[in-house]
């Protein structure tokens, strides 16, 4: 089975992330993955990652109700910074308004308005089918 490289989560709830930490695991797609709790310290890593030209996340999930710096504010910070073209973010929320999936959409990085939780069917539905 292919596998995907790196994943990143911002989300500030903790069960959340262990659930979601559960769910990887399970589907084997990757083994290699980071939650940040704290959106401002998510934000500061993919900045970091953006300007010094490391490699990028698979995939950012990131949650868009969040205290101090909500996904949006996250989504505005990020795509100020060069490179940002090149990340492929999974909102990944609670949020049923069909407006946040439209206001989403807006941003060329978000490829991807999903309600939580994850699930194993959908992590496998983002593994690249290799051609051979």
């Known amino acids: 089975m292919e596998k995907l490289d790196y994943l990143i989560f911002v989300d500030d709830d903790p069960f959340t992330n262990r659930f979601h930490e559960i769910i990887l695991k399970r589907s084997g ?67 049923l308004d069909r407006q946040d999936a439209e206001r989403a959409n807006a941003y060329p990085m978000v490829k991807s308005f999903n309600i939580k939780p994850l699930t194993v069917d959908f992590l496998q539905s983002l593994i690249p089918v290799s051609k051979g």
């Open 29 to 95: 797609i990757t083994s290699d993955f980071t939650f940040f709790q704290y959106p401002q310290k998510g934000l500061n890593h993919m900045k970091e990652l953006l300007q010094d030209r490391q490699s990028l996340p698979d995939y950012l999930f990131l949650d868009l109700n969040m205290p101090d710096l909500d996904g949006w504010q996250f989504l505005d910070e990020l795509q100020k910074e060069d490179g940002s073209e090149n990340l492929s973010v999974i909102i990944l929320t609670t949020s």
